[in-house]
């Protein structure tokens, strides 16, 4: 199913007590519900986090709401294996389930290294450990800062938010000035203002912005003092440290666009204002947008930002203004099958359509790029002598059925063929979530036959549709 990725500011958009509140939005986000698959994130959930404790009670109503629309179809980035994994949770159960007074207590206050020994048991067991740690912690080292030597203030400036101005300084001490900094980083706007600032006195953005040079910006970077394109200056960055995901690259490359003033946010025609935190924050939107078909948005920094980072990692998410998302519902509608037209555009495509070169599972058998989207899923055709089969093929991260696309195709096909034969009908999630082999439906018409089920392929899995001539 293709599969919609709306920020946080589109579900207000909709809402119609909004001073903004967008009518033509809400009509064609109400039209292709339970017709495309609206996804969200862990983007959506922070975004709410930040609510006023006294005003909780109105996110806890946001998300209800866009529970209406993304139902349980919820992405998140784990630490525990790094990887980016689709859930079955609604809005509210998912952000209910995160600790995030505590989250955002650490964000917002940052922690003193001694609150982590003073937490600590004073038993048998503890007691070693807290030894240790203390004794580190209170380490005398050499302050950086000492041994790096600058004539130039704006240098000297920034140093000394990184590192004490102490000579002798210990371990704790040190951490805990960078991790002071770091928190001021995270939520103060003027450090970002600051950064932009020092950077512009060495780099014009005029000879490299991507408002002036477009995609050729990235080649125009390197006629800066850095020598290098701006992808080059971020490979090297990714070389730095072996452990980077694609996640984590993925967010230093999107706020590196900002920081680096190849992007700079307007807002009223003055530069945006925010913080570090908010910028990153819009790069997971982005991050979690890359495993659905398109994402929305009203943010043209957000959209600016996404294009460069889509384009750099080849990443095919479509990206849709409000005015664009719009247009689009007519294309969408038609690609929902209807008795009378389903099978004569299937022919069309199989007789009309693009061969891929070199994708054949055998020699009696070619594989089709249609133009038409069959169910709003389908995006591939394999014609063999006498069956014909419909699959979907995205990219590696996204090439997985999640739950509900599996539920939504599973009712189209009945809306369109009937019960069939063997009476299980419109899929009971439920039950059915638990059944991983076989046949999904079968459906015997006249001279054909047409099976839906599941194939496993390289990167995942995608839903199949055969078409069996007698």
């Known amino acids: 199913m293709l599969r919609i990725y709306c920020d946080t500011n589109i579900f207000s958009l909709i809402k119609e007590t909004h001073p903004a509140f967008n009518a033509s939005l809400k009509q064609v986000m109400d039209e292709l519900n339970n017709i495309m698959l609206y996804t969200f994130s862990f983007a ?17 109503d946001d998300l209800k709401r866009m529970e209406m629309y993304v139902k349980d179809n919820y992405f998140s980035y784990e630490e525990n294996d790094k990887m980016t994994h689709f859930f079955l949770a609604t809005p509210l159960e998912a952000f209910e389930g995160i600790n995030f007074d505590t989250y955002n207590e650490v964000l917002q206050n940052g922690f003193d290294y001694t609150s982590l020994l003073t937490d600590l048991d004073d038993d048998e067991i503890s007691r070693p450990f807290t030894f240790m740690m203390k004794s580190l912690l ?32 210990t371990f704790g ?31 014009d953005r005029d000879d490299y912005s991507f408002e002036k040079w477009g995609i050729e910006f990235d080649k125009k970077f390197s006629d800066t003092q850095i020598k290098m394109s701006f992808s080059e200056s971020m490979e090297k960055v990714f070389k730095i440290n072996s452990n980077y995901t694609d996640y984590d690259k993925f967010l230093l490359y999107y706020c590196s666009l900002e920081l680096y003033n190849v992007t700079k946010e307007k807002s009223s025609g003055k530069t945006k204002s925010f913080n570090f935190r908010s910028l990153q924050n819009d790069a997971k939107h982005a991050w ?24 750099y990692f080849k990443i095919p998410t479509r990206i849709l203004s409000i005015t664009e998302f719009i247009n689009m519902k007519t294309q969408f509608l038609n690609q929902e099958e209807n008795s009378k037209a389903f099978i004569e555009t299937l022919k069309y495509e199989v007789k009309k ?57 599973i009712n189209k096909l009945i809306n369109l063929f009937g019960v069939d034969i063997n009476n299980k009908g419109y899929f009971d ?3 059915e979530i638990k059944e991983n082999e076989g046949y999904l439906r079968v459906w015997k018409l006249e001279d054909l036959t047409i099976k839906l089920w599941n194939a496993r392929v390289t990167a995942g899995t995608t839903a199949c549709l055969d078409f069996i001539l007698k």
């Open 44 to 60: 959506h959930l922070e975004d709410k986090s930040r609510t006023k404790k006294e005003h909780i009670h109105l996110a806890e």
């Open 138 to 169: 209170d380490m005398s080292v050499i302050n950086p800062r000492i041994s790096i030597a600058n004539d130039d203030s704006q240098s000297e400036k920034w140093l000394d938010k990184f590192y004490p101005q102490e000579e002798n300084v």
């Open 173 to 203: 001490e040190l951490i805990n000035k960078m991790m002071g900094f770091g928190n001021q980083f995270l939520n103060n706007s003027s450090e970002i203002k600051e950064i932009r600032k020092y950077l512009e006195e060495y780099l």
């Open 288 to 311: 979690y947008a890359s495993f659905s078909d398109y994402l929305v948005s009203d943010d043209r920094g957000l959209l600016m930002k996404a294009y460069i980072a889509y384009r």
């Open 353 to 409: 359509s693009l061969v891929l070169k070199g994708e054949t599972f055998s020699d009696t058998s070619k594989i089709i790029k249609p133009t038409h989207n069959f169910f709003n899923y389908f995006n591939r055709i394999k014609e063999d002598s006498k069956i014909v089969t419909l699959f979907c093929e995205r990219t590696a991260k996204t090439n997985n059925l999640m739950y509900r696309e599996i539920e939504l195709l």
């Open 429 to 431: 999630f439920d039950k």
